[in-house]
């Protein structure tokens, strides 16, 4: 951010298409622009046209699209509030490879 600009913007969504995939109209959208609620709003909306999700025993595909929406704002509104990366737990699950190891982890929280 330059300010209170956006000046690059990364939205990254899983588990609503075959693979991780990029919400590049919001991304796109968002460079330039102030986090106000009209930008957000408008930035989940977009990052939901990027999301191709299926319906299965965890959670139908309306369901998927409405929560891409929901987290996409949520996680711009606590941006724009200076606190992201507070509901990152101090100790997460850890993954371990196939010999027991955990994953590096970092040192330092990434925000």
Do not use: C, W
Not at 79 to 108: C, F, H, M, T, W
């Amino acid at each position: 951010m330059e300010g209170r600009k956006i000046n690059a913007a990364a939205i990254t969504l899983g588990a609503v298409a075959p693979t991780i995939v990029h919400a590049r109209e919001a991304e796109e959208y968002l460079v330039g622009r102030v986090l106000d609620e009209e930008t957000i709003s408008k930035a989940g909306e977009l990052a939901v046209r990027a999301a191709i999700p299926i319906s299965d025993i965890r959670a139908s595909a309306d369901y998927r699209k409405t929560i891409v929406r929901v987290l996409v704002k949520r996680g711009l509104n606590a941006i724009s509030k200076g606190r992201q990366g507070q509901a990152l737990p101090e100790n997460p699950v850890l993954l371990r490879d196939r010999n027991g190891n955990y994953y590096p982890v970092r040192k330092q929280r990434p925000f």
